[in-house]
């Protein structure tokens, strides 16, 4: 249970401190003393999302922490094989805090924490039951889910959970292949034409640029020989040649070279520029042996050349690299094509591996849900008619819907999965003898939707062993005599598990073991809000307020008294 709780720097909670008892604990004070704002604390320490917005003083940091003891064997399992700290005997402290800057940060037993955990953790420990939550309870998977606590199919739905996600996601891949392969047909064609067609061209990377060259020079052939011819007349064949013209100079220098050994040495360098030259002359005397006009190879270039300009504007590129590029995706378009089949077939194989599977499991839920739907409705029944429904009658329409996109056969009928298995499930309620039975939103009124509510929240409390429950408001739409009957149950309810209650009427506070009081404090510009424990002749003036006004009389003191009194013979 919730030992103990600290608040400080959030909302109009300048600092609050409190502890709570077993069983029925109320929360009681005037209209804007801070109770939504107490439940907002709770929320954060439970996991909530945080808001820097909420600081009561932006420069101080602002806490939640509470202390919880015992601590429940599901959040023992959940703190298994992490870092928290726990020891036999000592209470769980959860802290939260949000820094100046608003940067938050969980703890658990002084270990920071993710927040994922902390809500686990949360879930576990807590149950917060606001006034938008009774509105909930006319949908149909929120009555399923409730079903489900009550038949304990918490193994059944996380194992369903597992193939369900599988299953679909599977089938949305199966489709998006089947797509994928239908395109790849209405094309496969056109791109198996394409790709022939470039792989018969044989295409090389570059050599578009090299043919490009080659006919270049083919082209020009006369003209290379021609000019050939004059390089080699003049660098060495004729009379004056440079050759010859650079000999009979070294000749003449070399006369001297005895006289002056500088031009002995320039006489050297000019035999060194003749043997370049003669080196030069060789190299051209090979080149136009090797060259002149070849037609066969002309045309060839030629030919070659075409293709390539008609294969770069049908593809619409400018290199022979980017057809090879292209050439190579379109072999990626058929691989993929021929590998669609195999995927599908495989999909298909698991996705019928999972629909066994899912029937398997979903007949489990199916079952487990048969047996205890009876006894759940009976439940609700019973405790509504402890709290003045007493015409009530409760029953459950759970059913395993025909579909006709259903991909399962099941007694006879096509049945397609849903996210919680293959039941849809409805809470039908009749509340006057002769009066057709019908969904909760068009049969029960905002009072009797509350009191239904809290007849689930009892029975589900019993089944499933929440440690602490909190409800804000159950009471709305109920006064008098139903109000008494509403927190004599309540009360009971206390007797399982650790109940908070804000609540504004006397009759349902007066059944609680604890009472305590939301107050606001102003001092000079500032107003804050605290809480303080009420008993005895304080809690006696509390309530016989709450029934006549701040200038309740004796009648008032007279049926606060009674009303005590009424509670307290209650668990007798």
């Given at each position: 249970?919730?030992?103990?709780?600290?608040?400080?720097?959030?909302?109009?909670?300048?600092?609050?401190?409190?502890?709570?008892?077993?069983?029925?604990?109320?929360?009681?004070?005037?209209?804007g003393?801070?109770?939504s704002?107490?439940l907002?604390?709770?929320?954060?320490?439970?996991?909530?999302?945080?808001?820097?917005?909420?600081?009561?003083?932006?420069?101080?940091?602002?806490?939640?922490?509470?202390?919880?003891?015992?601590?429940?064997?599901?959040?023992?399992?959940?703190?298994?094989?992490?870092?928290?700290?726990?020891?036999?005997?000592?209470?769980?402290?959860?802290?939260?805090?949000?820094?100046?800057?608003?940067k938050?940060?969980?703890?658990?037993?002084?270990?920071?924490?993710?927040?994922?955990?902390?809500?686990?953790?949360?879930?576990?420990?807590?149950?917060?039951?606001?006034?938008?939550?009774?509105?909930?309870?006319?949908?149909?998977?929120?009555?399923?889910?409730?079903?489900?606590?009550?038949?304990?199919?918490?193994?059944?739905?996380?194992?369903?959970?597992?193939?369900f996600?599988?299953?679909?996601?599977?089938?949305?891949?199966?489709r998006?292949?089947?797509?994928?392969?239908?395109?790849?047909?209405?094309?496969?064609?056109?791109?198996?034409?394409?790709?022939?067609?470039?792989?018969?061209?044989?295409?090389?990377?570059?050599?578009?640029e090299r043919?490009?060259?080659?006919?270049?020079?083919?082209e020009?052939?006369?003209?290379?020989?021609?000019?050939?011819?004059?390089?080699?007349?003049?660098?060495?064949?004729?009379?004056?040649?440079?050759?010859?013209?650079?000999?009979?100079?070294?000749?003449?220098?070399?006369?001297?070279?005895?006289?002056?050994?500088?031009?002995?040495?320039?006489?050297?360098?000019?035999?060194?520029?003749?043997?370049?030259?003669r080196?030069?002359?060789h190299?051209?005397?090979?080149?136009?042996?090797?060259?002149?006009?070849?037609?066969?190879?002309?045309?060839?270039?030629?030919?070659?050349?075409?293709?390539?300009?008609?294969?770069?504007?049908?593809?619409?590129v400018?290199?022979?690299?980017?057809?090879?590029?292209?050439?190579?995706?379109?072999?990626?378009?058929?691989?993929?094509?021929?590998?669609?089949?195999?995927?599908?077939?495989?999909?298909?194989k698991?996705?019928?591996?999972?629909?066994?599977?899912?029937?398997?499991?979903?007949?489990?839920?199916?079952?487990?849900?048969?047996?205890q739907?009876d006894?759940?409705?009976?439940?609700?029944?019973?405790?509504?008619?402890?709290?003045g429904?007493?015409?009530?009658?409760?029953?459950?329409?759970?059913?395993?819907?025909?579909?006709?996109?259903?991909?399962?056969e099941?007694?006879?009928?096509?049945?397609?999965?849903?996210?919680?298995?293959l039941?849809?499930?409805?809470?039908?309620?009749?509340?006057?003898?002769?009066t057709?039975?019908?969904?909760?939103?068009?049969i029960?009124?905002?009072?009797?939707?509350?009191?239904?509510?809290?007849?689930?929240?009892?029975?589900?409390?019993?089944?499933?062993?929440?440690?602490?429950?909190?409800?804000?408001?159950?009471?709305?739409?109920?006064?008098?005599?139903?109000?008494?009957?509403?927190g004599?149950?309540?009360?009971?309810?206390?007797?399982?598990?650790?109940v908070?209650?804000?609540?504004?009427?006397?009759?349902?506070?007066?059944?609680?073991?604890?009472?305590?009081v939301l107050?606001?404090?102003?001092?000079?510009?500032?107003?804050?809000?605290d809480i303080?424990?009420?008993?005895?002749?304080?809690?006696?003036?509390?309530?016989?307020?709450?029934?006549?006004?701040?200038?309740a009389?004796?009648?008032?003191l007279?049926?606060?008294?009674?009303?005590?009194l009424?509670?307290n013979?209650?668990?007798?």
């Open positions: 249970m919730l030992q103990g709780l600290k608040i400080e720097n959030f909302a109009l909670i300048r600092s609050l401190k409190t502890e709570f008892g077993s069983g029925l604990n109320i929360i009681t004070g005037e209209t003393a801070g109770k704002i107490l907002g604390a709770l929320g954060l320490l439970l996991g909530d999302r945080a808001d820097s917005s909420v600081m009561l003083d932006k420069e101080r940091k602002c806490i939640a922490e509470g202390h919880f003891y015992p601590v429940p064997e599901a959040v023992k399992h959940l703190l298994e094989g992490t870092e928290v700290w726990t020891e036999a005997g000592e209470a769980l402290r959860i802290r939260r805090e949000i820094a100046p800057g608003g938050s940060r969980a703890l658990i037993n002084e270990t920071v924490v993710t927040l994922s955990l902390l809500k686990e953790v949360g879930y576990a420990l807590c149950e917060i039951h606001g006034q938008q939550d009774t509105r909930l309870i006319n949908d149909a998977q929120i009555q399923l889910e409730f079903l489900d606590t009550y038949a304990g199919t918490g193994p059944e739905l996380q194992t369903w959970s597992e193939v996600s599988k299953w679909k996601s599977d089938v949305q891949k199966l998006t292949l089947q797509e994928t392969q239908s395109e790849w047909l209405r094309q496969q064609e056109y791109v198996q034409f394409q790709y022939s067609e470039l792989s018969a061209a044989q295409v090389q990377a570059g050599e578009d043919i490009d060259q080659e006919l270049m020079r083919l020009s052939a006369e003209q290379i020989q021609e000019t050939l011819m004059q390089s080699l007349n003049g660098l060495y064949e004729q009379d004056g040649s440079v050759y010859n013209q650079i000999a009979a100079l070294r000749k003449g220098l070399s006369r001297y070279g005895n006289i002056d050994a500088r031009l002995e040495a320039e006489a050297m360098r000019l035999d060194q520029a003749n043997e370049l030259i080196e030069v002359f190299q051209l005397q090979s080149i136009q042996e090797d060259g002149g006009s070849d037609g066969a190879r002309l045309q060839t270039l030629q030919e070659r050349q075409n293709m390539y300009q008609k294969l770069k504007l049908k593809y619409q400018r290199t022979s690299a980017e057809l090879l590029e292209v050439q190579s995706e379109l072999e990626t378009q058929i691989q993929a094509g021929d590998q669609c089949a195999e995927g599908i077939q495989k999909l298909q698991e996705i019928r591996e999972s629909e066994v599977q899912l029937e398997k499991i979903g007949k489990k839920l199916d079952d487990k849900r048969r047996k739907v006894a759940f409705c009976k439940g609700i029944q019973q405790i509504l008619q402890q709290v429904m007493e015409q009530a009658e409760c029953f459950g329409a759970l059913e395993i819907p025909e579909s006709e996109v259903g991909v399962l099941i007694q006879g009928k096509k049945v397609q999965p849903l996210r919680k298995g039941n849809t499930f409805q809470l039908l309620i009749r509340t006057n003898k002769g057709p039975a019908g969904p909760l939103q068009s029960a009124s905002g009072g009797e939707l509350s009191r239904i509510m809290l007849a689930i929240k009892s029975i589900l409390a019993q089944k499933a062993g929440t440690p602490v429950m909190i409800f804000d408001e159950i009471d709305t739409g109920i006064s008098g005599e139903t109000a008494m009957k509403v004599r149950v309540m009360r009971q309810l206390g007797g399982h598990t650790q908070l209650s804000i609540t504004h009427l006397p009759q349902i506070a007066a059944m609680g073991h604890s009472h305590y107050f606001k404090i102003t001092e000079g510009d500032t107003t804050s809000s303080r424990k009420v008993e005895g002749d304080e809690r006696l003036q509390v309530l016989a307020h709450m029934i006549g006004g701040e200038q009389g004796k009648a008032a007279e049926s606060a008294r009674e009303f005590i009424m509670g013979k209650t668990e007798r």
